[in-house]
């Protein structure tokens, strides 16, 4: 689970859905990143960064996954 990204979509007032929209793709591809099964690729982690003006010292803890 990448629990600082899921945090990150609460704390910013988002479901799946919205969050999924927002980066266009499908709920399914972003609940599977959100708990880990997926890595995500790199376009995915770019939309991330560009849609919410995220630094690039923060994207390496939203982009860990627990395991």
């Known amino acids: 689970m990448r629990t600082n990204l ?8 988002l479901s799946q859905l919205q ?3 927002k980066l266009n793709c ?15 690729r790199q376009s995915f982690w ?3 960064q560009s849609a919410f003006a995220i630094p690039d010292a923060n994207m390496w803890e939203l982009m860990q996954n627990d395991e």
């Open 19 to 21: 969050m999924a929209e």
């Open 6 to 13: 899921k945090l990150f979509r609460v704390k910013n007032n």
């Open 26 to 40: 499908t709920r399914a591809t972003y609940s599977s990143i959100e708990c880990g099964s997926r890595d995500g």
């Open 46 to 48: 770019k939309g991330l």
